[in-house]
T-cell receptor, first 111, second 114 residues
Framework: DAKTTQPNSMESNEEEPVHLPCNHS???????IHWYRQLPSQGPEYVIH???SNVNNRMASLAIAEDRKSSTLILHRATLRDAAVYYC????????????FGKGTSLLVTP | GAGVSQSPRYKVAKRGQDVALRCDPI?????LFWYQQALGQGPEFLTY????????KSGLPSDRFFAERPEGSVSTLKIQRTQQEDSAVYLC????????????FGDGTRLSIL
């Protein structure tokens, strides 16, 4: 499976935008980019996914580089509840079912 | 709403005992997954069911680990002769199909082996 690289941790102020980067230089043409997050003492939660075009939903936006070798998860206004570990995961459309989580980025949100 | 439910929420067992962890997936979800999460690490894949068929068990750490989903709904992960390294959070997830559908996770069972 192609791997992703994320910073170990990031910090943000409440009510400010947060840009969480992910590098995936070995991405293949059939890999979707998925983001999950895990709040303390909870199971992971799906956030968003995309293939080539930027995606928006009620939780976040996903910006995908033109060469698809990197992507950015954007939280438009961070709240204290957004403090979590964020995982960027590649999932092959044809054969992927298991999620390869890696270590993710631990996001700290300060008031 | 009815999400993925796991029980028990916490389990403490002595080394050598057998344990059984239960997962109730979202009704109608075809696919079911088990993951193991060690402290400070991301979840790691254990096994995958499509309905009652176990299609992939490549992530199970040893033959002491056994999973079943006999009627294509509830699943049980069993660990025999537990060892201290089995201590972890065991997460269950379900999805409508396996192909790029979001996986919905339960809050896991925290297993501690003394």
């Amino acid at each position: 499976d192609a791997k992703t690289t994320q910073p170990n941790s990031m910090e943000s102020n409440e009510e400010e935008p947060v840009h969480l980067p992910c590098n995936h230089s070995t991405i293949s043409g059939t890999d979707y980019i998925h983001w999950y997050r895990q709040l303390p003492s909870q199971g992971p939660e799906y956030v968003i996914h995309g293939l080539t075009s930027n995606v928006n939903n009620r939780m976040a936006s996903l910006a995908i580089a033109e060469d698809r070798k990197s992507s950015t998860l954007i939280l438009h206004r961070a709240t204290l509840r957004d403090a979590a570990v964020y995982y960027c995961i590649l999932r092959d459309f044809n054969s992927g079912y298991a999620l390869n989580f890696g270590k993710g980025t631990s996001l700290l949100v300060t008031p | 709403g009815a999400g993925v439910s796991q029980s028990p929420r916490y389990k403490v067992a002595k080394r050598g005992q057998d344990v059984a962890l239960r997962c109730d997936p979202i009704s109608g979800h075809v696919s079911l997954f088990w993951y193991q999460q060690a402290l400070g690490q991301g979840p790691e894949f254990l096994t995958y069911f499509q309905n009652e068929a176990q299609l992939d068990k490549s992530g199970l750490p040893s033959d002491r680990f056994f999973a079943e989903r006999p009627e294509g709904s509830v699943s049980t992960l069993k660990i025999q002769r537990t060892q201290q390294e089995d201590s972890a959070v065991y997460l269950c997830a379900s999805s409508r199909t396996e192909s790029n559908q979001p996986q919905h996770f339960g809050d896991g069972t925290r297993l501690s082996i003394l």
